[in-house]
């Protein structure tokens, strides 16, 4: 009996052998949005770390250093669409992995709404503060929408084009970001003090350098994008394993040059102003080189975040594709485009909830604390997921009889103190927006225990992910 056109759609799976480790490596850079996180993203952080913001910044890459190392060793067991789902699920089953993709879900939705705040929030205020370009109250919404539709346009188009585009995006915005930073602390040497990689100016001491790395972390969290890859990428297992190391080494060295930069060249004891400047780096290149370097920053911003929606597309559409193929979800939503061979539908899907979080929180909050929400909840997703992938290193070497080894037994422990530590602390914030996210979160967890229950009672089709060879 021959398939008809929409059960070949659902049984067609994505382009095989498509990417080499250069997208790879640039789909984990691209995400983290190197000149959107410097220009944006980072106040956040400033608002708790103060003139101690590259203090938080070397913790944060301590953290993400310490999951890029589990993330290497679990790559090399398993590679698919799912990324970390698939992880848990070879590690602890499909009832833990359940539960590990919806958090995965409010943490990319979140995210998305992130990036398109990152443009209809700080867009507007860039221009009226630093070019007294006055632009309607209302603009905000189509800059979101249109936020939103080019991530996603770009996205299903083809992954290869997409990461091609994502790879030279990235590579001049972080050269233009890096040529700024280097003027500012060449420019006035005695400005320059290592004093900022010490608690010394954070609200609360080493508390506020901790409640920066939560907002911190959201800078590097695209770092692991890359692990819903596996189905498209050649030698799968080992170029997504190689190719997360060297983006947490790129993004390390690049956040903590410009949490540097940015914070000597504001002044250390001046870095509240900072956090409230809302496009501070901007702020910097116009009024310490002149305007030609403030629109250049702000260009590449812009499309810093762009390529930051296409690649975050890219990865929130392979893992619900991939929970849909194992019943999680209708099966209309494993659809795969019948000539661009990209998940489609989950694309859509992703799309339009970031864009109903991000208007919704904005409306209701105001832009920047829907900015704040959105972060937070972003981060909270992606501390879980990590914790739960994290976790699953140790069965997962025990399951292939190989030796677990106190090395990666010790190095699971501590990131799991770590990063719960961090997930913790924006559970006893004080700031509104904060909690307001953790207690989200908290109930959408629930929901979700709830929603997986009712598949599983309802019966699930079998799914393995099963170790290449």
Do not use: C
Request: glycine share 10%.
């Amino acid at each position: 009996m021959a398939l008809s056109s929409n059960d070949r759609s659902q049984t067609r799976g994505l382009r095989k052998d498509a990417l080499s480790i250069r997208e790879v490596i640039f789909q984990g850079v691209a995400a983290a949005a190197p000149a959107g996180a410097a220009v944006a993203t980072m106040t956040g952080a400033a608002a708790f770390a103060l003139g101690s913001l590259p203090l938080t910044a070397v913790v944060a890459f301590i953290v993400v250093a310490l999951n890029a190392y589990i993330i290497n060793r679990l790559s090399t067991h398993v590679a698919g669409a799912g990324g970390y789902y698939d992880y848990v699920k070879l590690g602890f089953g499909k009832h833990v992995s359940a539960y590990t993709g919806w958090s995965y879900i409010i943490y990319q939705v979140t995210s998305l709404a992130f990036i398109g705040l990152s443009i209809s929030v700080f867009v507007p205020a860039l221009l009226s503060n630093v070019f007294n370009i006055n632009l309607p109250s209302w603009a905000w919404l189509p800059m979101l929408a249109g936020t939103v539709v080019f991530g996603y346009a770009v996205s299903v188009m083809g992954v290869k084009g997409s990461l091609q585009y994502a790879s030279v995006m990235a590579t001049l915005e972080i050269a233009v970001v890096v040529l700024i930073g280097m003027w500012l602390i060449f420019q006035h040497p005695s400005i320059n003090t290592a004093s900022v990689f010490t608690p010394k100016y954070a609200s609360g001491g080493f508390g506020g350098v901790l409640l920066g790395v939560l907002f911190m972390y959201t800078a590097f969290s695209g770092f692991g994008t890359s692990t819903p890859l596996g189905e498209e990428t050649k030698g799968a297992r080992k170029t997504i394993a190689r190719g997360i190391i060297l983006t947490m080494l790129i993004l390390g060295a690049f956040f903590i040059f410009a949490a540097y930069s940015f914070t000597v060249g504001w002044g250390v004891t001046n870095m509240g102003n900072y956090a409230n400047a809302l496009v501070p780096g901007i702020s910097l290149a116009y009024s310490n080189i002149g305007l030609w370097a403030a629109i250049l920053i702000t260009v590449f911003y812009v499309n810093s975040i762009l390529t930051d929606m296409v690649t975050f597309t890219n990865s929130s559409s392979r893992v619900l594709y991939a929970m849909a193929k194992d019943g999680f979800f209708p099966s209309s939503v494993s659809k795969v485009h019948a000539t661009r061979l990209t998940p489609h539908v989950a694309a859509a899907i992703m799309a339009v909830a970031s864009f109903f979080v991000a208007a919704a929180s904005t409306v209701l909050m105001g832009g920047f604390n829907a900015f704040l929400f959105t972060g937070v909840a972003g981060t909270l997703g992606s501390l879980l997921v990590h914790m739960m992938a994290n976790a699953s290193l140790p069965k997962i070497l025990h399951d292939s009889a190989k030796k677990v080894g106190l090395i990666n037994m010790t190095l699971t422990a501590v990131s799991l103190v770590v990063l719960g530590f961090v997930f913790y602390g924006s559970f006893i914030s004080v700031s509104q927006p904060v909690l307001v996210a953790a207690y989200l979160f908290v109930a959408w967890m629930i929901a979700g225990l709830v929603y997986v229950e009712a598949r599983f009672r309802r019966g699930m089709p079998s799914a393995k992910v099963v170790p290449e060879e």
